[in-house]
Each structure stands twice: as C-alpha cells, then as structure tokens.
Nanobody
Framework: QVRLVESGGGLVQAGGSLRLSCACS????????MNWFRQAPGKEREFVAS????????NYADSVKGRFTISRDNAKNTVYLQMNSLKMEDTAVYYC?????WGQGTQVTVSS
C-alpha cells in the first residue's frame, strides 16, 4: 500500500521560512517524479513544484520561483519543499503526490 505522509507545516510570519517533508512508503520511490501541490481556502488545488527521479530536473509554479526549492533523498524515500520569503498568499494545505497517490496534506499559514 502506497503511503505519503507530509509534515513540517505550521504558522509562520510573512518573510519567514518552513521546510516541508513527505515520507513515502509502499513504492519504489527512486523511480517516481515527485510533486508538491497546494490548496488555499475556496480555491482549486494547484501545482507548486516537481522533481525528477534523480533530482536532476525541477519545475516550479511561477508564483514560487526563486523562493521555494524542491529536493529529494532517495535513500530516505523523502521529498522536501524548502519555502523561503513566505507570503500570506502562500497560506494553503500542501500535498505531495506520487503518480496517482496523494498525501493527507499539511497546513501552512503565513501571518502578517
């Protein structure tokens, strides 16, 4: 059974940083493109970032380019999202995704 578990969310002031983690089990982690998405209240879920199987290629939504960094550790079956210079509009539930499987999400709240 594939399981994705996000952690690291919380409350942070604007301009601050958070690092999200997504621990994966039940899959051959190292062959999957890993993705982060987010969903703000009243909005549709949107793409944030993705990373290739070996970390050699990354993609970001325009709204987070230059502020967020996705990375992975295949030895730990974990993908990360380092979020810097956070803005209030980054407030959302953040989800990781592998193939068609989603984690349960972790809440990120950015205050003024």
């Amino acid at each position: 059974q594939v399981r994705l578990v996000e952690s690291g969310g919380g409350l942070v002031q604007a301009g601050g940083s958070l690092r999200l983690s997504c621990a994966c089990s039940g899959l051959t982690f190292s062959i999957y493109i890993m993705n982060w998405f987010r969903q703000a209240p009243g909005k549709e879920r949107e793409f944030v970032a993705s990373i290739s199987w070996n970390g050699g290629r990354t993609n970001y939504a325009d709204s987070v380019k230059g502020r967020f960094t996705i990375s992975r550790d295949n030895a730990k079956n974990t993908v990360y999202l380092q979020m810097n210079s956070l803005k209030m509009e980054d407030t959302a539930v953040y989800y990781c995704k592998a193939s068609n499987t989603w984690g349960q999400g972790t809440q990120v709240t950015v205050s003024s």
